[in-house]
């Protein structure tokens, strides 16, 4: 490392990402544990943990690598998985998950992260962080494994909504760019619009409007749009945002998920089969271990909600410390990037041509 | 072999499948090898092969397991990836699959085979063989592979309608049940509604309609209802059968394919990365060549039309001759069964009940 480089590191404002330690299935151990693997790798991080005082200050001593670098917030409640968003809207004000948010409300911290229910931090954060002028629909975003340089597509909304309509589905593509650009690092993001390939029936009306509004925003908004896509694209190289509503994107998250695990149980009984194949298992340790890494869901941990005044990642709500890590990574990333503000200004710039100008630009129609 | 059973076997009648030649990316070089495939593996299938007579004529002389066992019917036309469903439909008289579609209409083959353009086939078996009484919209139904023994689940629509109504939902949940009743043995399947988890924004309206319908007609029906499934349940042992409209069906089929294909890709690089994960690939041969066969989406291949007077297996566009010999394989089975007889009658029971019954038992909301 340099002299130079080690004075800007040290110029460098530490960055602070809010944790609601209380909220996932596995509780408030594997949260701690994931930002102490988060900041043994990472330096320039630091928390703001909320939930119960008592228990996160001893979870918090027992690791070295936080020493100095967590302030813990108490908040008496929790917010279950099974709390309805609309109860924990009226009256979630004492739960962890809140006062997580808050801080980013607040400027204490640039980007908050749960594993707590998805729904009720949707709702949440809506409220307290309040969508961007224009913005009509907050998305969920998550980096699918792909066959890309960098490993990862992005695919928007995976369920912040179950319905969306054409204008709805211009802004994911919009908010989906902004994200492959500081989350990917990508100068013109491919955008692609999730369809069937049924040829004449070719999907749904609402698909066919959209496909032409997106078509029309690419040259402005520094995009290439490669038209419609199908499930079996999501992975591939042909495209880098894919942008559908939250129901379709939902199931198609889920059910990518659902056929990693069943492949990988398939995989891990192949290799205890035989003794034979337990030496070979020995033999090919370091590929395999590489393979397992590739095919851990873990790694792509982090919903991102996008369409907000502040930035909030949904970890897994069965997260791990790897996966809290990996969803704390996420938000450091993002937080460096300065992606909120970002965000804030390409959405406004979309909206400054204003809805006439995108109507005309729509009626344009290149077939 | 028992005296006994030749004697079953020479007394029972020979099958007769109906297979398009010409429709499939590959031609009918792949489709002729894929049926002799199934012939030399199955003494009690015959086959009628449409298309232009001099090539198939050539092509049968080659397969010895073919002797005797096919008859050709020639075509001219070929129905091309790219035509129009509605153009086949007025100009198609010629073709290939028109003509096989016809040889089940006349009752000379039981159940017609194509790797052809899937909303041609669709249109034309639909034109041809027309609705089951009592039957909105027909669906394609896939296998799925799954944790069950069986080793597959049902999943219906995967693409024959963008769209279904709850009613619609609850036909795919009868014929669902008849096909995993027929085509994978079960008694009592298990039926799954396919939405999403977002707690209280839980799906679209017409999911809770179709949840109520579908629930009500359980008994009647002898299914047991397992309520809502998510994505990742598809290939569980929750469920037997995965209903859903035909575009979340289409793309979830997809992302599985894709995904599975992305992570056996992996495999396959993981495997020679170096000399000594080659070495062990050479030992763990036996269970990677099962893994590979688990894993191998040629052997599910063949979506099902269900809710004509006839079944048609659509085999996938890019079968090569092991897959066209799975998707015969599964035309036979379902020929065997009395497969098409059995739905019908099934149909036709639950709308004895009339539809004013359905919408009574629909009203006593269980919650």
Redesign the interface.
């Known amino acids: 490392m340099t002299e130079e480089h080690l004075q800007e590191l040290r110029a460098a404002p530490r960055t602070v990402i809010s944790v609601d330690a209380m909220g996932g299935d596995r509780g408030p151990a594997a949260v701690v544990a994931g930002i102490a693997l988060s900041a043994a790798k990472n330096p320039d991080i630091r928390f703001i943990l909320h939930g119960q005082r008592d228990e996160l200050e001893k979870l918090v001593a027992r690791r070295k690598p936080l020493r100095g670098r967590v302030e813990i917030r108490h908040a008496d409640g929790v917010v279950t998985m099974?709390?309805?968003?609309?109860h924990v809207m009226r009256h979630g004000q004492d739960t962890s998950m809140w006062s997580a948010i808050d801080s980013v409300r607040h400027g204490e911290a640039t980007v908050a992260v749960s594993c707590g229910?998805?729904?009720?931090l949707m709702l949440l954060s809506i409220m307290r962080l309040r969508k961007l002028p224009g913005v009509n629909r907050p998305a969920i975003a998550c980096l699918w494994?792909?066959?890309n340089p960098g490993g990862f597509n992005v695919m928007l909304d995976v369920?912040a909504?179950?319905?969306a309509d054409e204008r709805d589905l211009l802004q994911y593509a919009l908010m989906g760019t902004s994200y492959a650009r500081n989350g990917l690092g990508l100068d013109r993001p491919r955008v692609g619009l999730?369809n069937?390939?049924?040829?004449?029936?070719k999907?749904?009306a609402e698909l066919k409007a959209a496909h032409d509004l997106i078509e029309a925003a690419a040259e402005e908004a520094n995009y290439s749009f490669v038209g419609f896509v199908?499930?079996?694209?999501?992975?591939?190289s042909k495209v880098d945002v894919i942008v559908?509503d939250?129901?379709?994107g939902?199931?198609?998250?889920?059910?990518?998920?659902?056929?990693?695990?069943?492949?990988g149980?398939?995989?891990r009984?192949?290799?205890t089969?035989?003794p034979?194949?337990k030496?070979?298992?020995?033999?090919?340790y370091?590929?395999?271990r590489?393979?397992k890494k590739?095919?851990d869901p873990r790694r792509a941990n982090g919903g991102v909600f996008l369409g907000l005044n502040g930035t909030v990642v949904k970890s897994h709500g069965s997260s791990d410390a790897t996966g809290v890590s990996a969803a704390v990574k996420l938000a450091f990333e993002l937080a460096q990037s300065g992606f909120t503000e970002r965000l804030a200004a390409r959405v406004a710039a979309s909206n400054a041509t204003g809805p006439e100008a995108l109507r005309e630009l729509a009626g344009g129609r290149k077939g």
Chains 1, 2 share one sequence.
Do not use: C, Q, W, Y
């Open positions: 099974d709390a309805k968003p609309s229910n998805t729904g009720a494994p792909s066959r369920g909504d179950v319905r999730l069937v390939g049924t040829e004449e029936n999907g749904r199908e499930g079996g694209d999501i992975p591939s559908t939250g129901f379709t939902n199931v198609a998250l889920k059910t990518g998920e659902g056929t990693a695990k069943l492949l149980d398939f995989m009984e192949a290799f089969a035989t034979l194949s030496v070979a298992a020995l033999l090919a370091t590929s395999l590489r393979l590739r095919m």
